[in-house]
């Protein structure tokens, strides 16, 4: 028994990063279930997985584009040049 | 004495993501608005011994950059003829019916009020986005934005997965303070 409580007892630092990873589709089985045991006390757990939840539907929402790092390397020398190729 | 100072060798890690991110919701073409943004910096270049240095960096880029989109549709227009923003009617058949109702916005169409809101949030997280510390803003960009995988992102940037989800986390983080800033607080 004191080994599974050891197993689900994580850090809040070990809780936030398992949500970060959900943000991304990457936390595992395992880390998706400890993080659900930590959000059942942790109010500052809760507290970052809905902020963080949040921030990645803002981002989903907005759309943002990047500029595709050839590109930018392309601008880079032009503007080091200080010439039009 | 002037406050602000131009850097140009930084203009592309800065604010080139910023800039496209601005044009594109304005010009609708990813590609045009790769032009305009390189455009932008190479005026910017030419133009900076008149730079007093009364406005930030970026603001004084942003109004090269307007004056770059202007002109693209000013010449797209020109090209085209003008006959598409022309309106009215044209013939008398045509003339029949309110002309002033036909033309008035449909309170019901909210694709364009929500286009609107979501280039402003876009414009606010990339704001948010400038302020992180650079690699901060680069893995964050890399894994968020571009959505490239953990692993190809920790080999070009040579660190360590736990690397990676620290720096995103922290990332995050000053993220959620600055949007509730600048955006839930507006």
């Given at each position: 028994?004191s080994?599974?409580?050891?197993?689900?007892l994580?850090?809040?630092?070990?809780?936030?990063?398992?949500?970060?990873?959900?943000?991304?589709?990457?936390?595992?089985?395992?880390?998706?279930?400890?993080l659900?045991?930590?959000?059942?006390?942790?109010?500052?757990?809760?507290?970052?997985?809905?902020?963080?939840?949040?921030?990645?539907?803002?981002?989903n929402?907005a759309?943002?584009?990047?500029?595709?790092?050839?590109?930018?390397?392309?601008?880079?020398?032009?503007?080091?040049?200080?010439?039009?190729? | 004495?002037?406050?602000?100072?131009?850097?140009?060798?930084?203009?592309?890690?800065?604010?080139?993501?910023?800039?496209?991110?601005?044009?594109?919701?304005?010009?609708?073409?990813?590609?045009?608005?790769?032009?305009?943004v390189?455009?932008?910096f190479?005026?910017?270049?030419?133009?900076?011994?008149?730079?007093?240095?009364?406005a930030?960096?970026?603001?004084?880029?942003?109004?090269?950059?307007?004056?770059?989109?202007?002109?693209?549709?000013?010449?797209?227009?020109?090209?085209?003829?003008?006959?598409?923003?022309?309106?009215?009617?044209?013939?008398?058949?045509?003339?029949?019916?309110?002309?002033?109702?036909?033309?008035?916005?449909?309170?019901?169409?909210?694709?364009?009020?929500?286009?609107?809101?979501?280039?402003?949030?876009?414009?606010?997280?990339?704001?948010?986005?400038?302020?992180?510390?650079?690699?901060?803003?680069?893995?964050?960009?890399?894994?968020?934005?571009?959505?490239?995988?953990?692993?190809?992102?920790?080999?070009?940037?040579?660190?360590?997965?736990?690397?990676?989800?620290?720096?995103?986390?922290?990332?995050?983080?000053?993220?959620?303070?600055?949007?509730?800033?600048?955006?839930?607080?507006?």
């Open positions: 028994m080994s599974i409580k050891k197993y689900f994580i850090s809040c630092e070990e809780a936030k990063q398992i949500c970060d990873k959900m943000q991304y589709g990457e936390a595992t089985f395992w880390e998706k279930m400890k659900k045991f930590r959000l059942m006390w942790c109010d500052t757990t809760k507290s970052y997985s809905e902020k963080n939840g949040k921030l990645t539907k803002l981002c929402e759309k943002l584009k990047s500029l595709d790092a050839q590109k930018k390397e392309e601008m880079k020398k032009k503007i080091s040049t200080g010439t039009e190729v | 004495m002037p406050k602000n100072k131009l850097n140009p060798s930084n203009w592309v890690d800065l604010y080139a993501d910023y800039l496209f991110n601005y044009t594109i919701t304005r010009v609708n073409d990813s590609v045009v608005a790769e032009d305009l390189q455009e932008t190479l005026a910017g270049l030419k133009s900076a011994a008149n730079y007093k240095g009364d930030a960096e970026r603001t004084w880029l942003i109004s090269i950059l307007k004056r770059k989109i202007i002109d693209y549709y000013r010449k797209i227009n020109s090209k085209k003829g003008k006959a598409e923003i022309k309106m009215g009617y044209s013939n008398k058949e045509d003339g029949e019916g309110d002309w002033l109702e036909d033309h008035i916005a449909d309170p019901f169409d909210i694709n364009a009020e929500d286009a609107m809101q979501n280039e402003e949030l876009g414009l606010a997280i990339q704001e948010c986005v400038m302020k992180l510390p650079e690699k901060q803003a680069k893995v964050f960009t890399m894994k968020t934005v571009q959505g490239i995988d953990t692993e190809d992102i920790c080999k070009e940037l040579n660190i360590t997965p736990s690397n990676l989800w620290v720096i995103v986390h922290r990332a995050r983080t000053a993220l959620m303070d600055c949007l509730e800033n600048n955006w839930f607080k507006k």
